[in-house]
């Protein structure tokens, strides 16, 4: 269990180690760190040079200010304070954390309900809120919430709206219960409103993008079960067509396309909605960018996700192969080799198309990819994720096509896949052991379970 402490405690131990021991304000500090942390101490949540700031009290100062103009419906310096406090709050999770301790959280809403229809005043106090809540999300509550569709159903300024969206991505990072609440809001019905916008600017679809893939994670390790299948299903149905169709719209904005393609592949979770972006020209659109955009890392890596997302649906999978994908997919491997991103992307997509089809496979073998998967496995022989994908690739490229699966051997793989194991152990064991007994090599299988040798009586 981690153990923690006040600021207050923390504050004491510097000041005495600047009144009694005449330490330098440096001194107290890395003394006292050093005290707390040799006893286990977790520090992170803790303002370090708190205590030595005549103003320690700047946050506590911009909270009392807010306050005061709330009470007094007079905003005059509010802006200038909002700003105050915004960089503050930027500097550490420690000093969000105590603005919470402080109230922070019921005073920006407080001015934000007040001023959700001036946007000289808005808009600040909502940036405020986001570098409140930026990994500190417990704070939202059922009025927050409400505050958050209301300003979603009536206002207009599109800054506004785009930092409202940023403070809706925070609460969503790490919170399930927060993603369930703003589901149960109608807040998905809100989303596809402001997608279907005729004038919608590509930073406006970004952060869009953002607010539904925040709403799709599964990084709550406080709760057993989540519901992103769920809201991925609700937000699929509603939003599938119109995400493949803006492919299109802004096919010339590299940094909207990348952010479609991931958002969709968070979303097609089942075999209609694969089939569902096929029918709408999503495959042909993917194509074309790592056509197009050859040269982009970050565009045909995200194609590369999509593509293995989409390969869910047989069907579809089928048509990926068929439509001249392999070289392409084996292309961009070869390319980008220095990067463990795209790597890892593009074995996961030849996993991906080649499970449970040996057809699949051997387009692949013609296209040279064992020499591209084995030299791609070479930079990066540290990177059990990209080791692990590299595995399930041979594997499901080895599976009844044992005669062209030699290609592997001449290159050299049983060496990579051993060393792997060696180097990782059980990270990557279960995966290597698989593709070298798939592969026809000798490899020492482990019985995971065994009888005791008595006879059941029933």
Not at 298 to 311: E, I, T, W
Request: hydrophobic share 40%.
């Amino acid at each position: 269990m981690v153990r923690v402490i006040k600021q207050e405690t923390y504050d004491e131990v510097v000041k005495e180690n600047i009144q009694e021991l005449s330490m330098s304000p440096e001194e107290a500090i890395e003394d006292a760190i050093k005290q707390f942390e040799a006893q286990g101490i977790d520090l992170s949540n803790i303002i370090k040079d708190l205590a030595l700031n005549d103003n320690s009290n700047v946050i506590k100062t911009c909270l009392e200010k807010l306050s005061s103009a709330s009470e007094e419906k007079t905003y005059k310096d509010v802006t200038r304070v909002l700003e105050t406090l915004k960089t503050e709050l930027d500097k550490d999770i420690a000093r969000r954390v105590f603005a919470g301790k402080e109230n922070a959280y019921s005073i920006l809403l407080a001015l934000i309900k007040d001023t959700k229809d001036d946007v000289s005043v808005l808009k600040p106090a909502l940036k405020a809120m986001t570098s409140l809540m930026t990994g500190n999300p417990d704070l939202l509550d059922a009025d927050g919430i409400d505050l958050q569709m209301q300003i979603l159903d009536t206002q207009t300024d599109v800054s506004c709206v785009q930092n409202l969206l940023r403070w809706i991505k925070e609460c969503c990072i790490k919170h399930e219960m927060n993603r369930q609440r703003l589901v149960e809001a109608q807040i998905i019905d809100r989303l596809i409103r402001l997608l279907k916008k005729e004038d919608k600017t590509s930073s406006e679809l970004r952060d869009i993008c953002n607010v539904i893939r925040a709403l799709v994670l599964d990084d709550d390790l406080r709760l057993e079960f989540g519901k992103a299948h769920e809201h991925a299903s609700l937000l699929a149905r509603a939003s599938i067509g119109i995400l493949t169709n803006l492919l299109s719209e802004f096919k010339d904005d590299e940094a909207v396309v990348g952010d479609l393609m991931a958002t969709l592949a968070s979303l097609v979770v089942r075999n209609e909605f694969c089939q569902e972006v096929e029918d709408a020209g999503g495959l042909t659109f993917i194509l074309d960018v790592m056509i197009n955009h050859a040269d982009t890392e970050k565009l045909n890596g995200q194609a590369l996700k999509l593509l293995s997302a989409l390969a869910g649906n047989d069907n579809v999978k089928s048509h990926i192969v068929t439509c001249g994908s392999c070289p392409l997919i084996v292309s961009a491997i070869s390319r980008f080799k220095s990067s463990e991103s795209v790597v890892a992307a593009g074995f996961a997509c030849i996993s991906a198309l080649t499970l449970r089809s040996s057809s699949n496979a051997g387009v692949f073998y013609d296209c040279g990819a064992p020499v591209v998967i084995l030299d791609a496995m070479k930079q990066f022989p540290k990177s059990q994720k990209t080791l692990r994908q590299a595995c399930r690739a041979i594997r499901n490229m080895a599976v009844k096509n044992r005669a062209e699966s030699r290609e592997f051997l001449a290159y050299g793989v049983e060496s990579l896949l051993t060393e792997a194991i060696k180097l990782h152990g059980p990270a990557v064991e279960a995966e290597a052991k698989a593709a070298l007994r798939d592969l026809g090599l000798k490899v020492d299988l482990k019985e995971q379970w065994t009888g005791k040798g008595i006879s059941m009586k029933n």
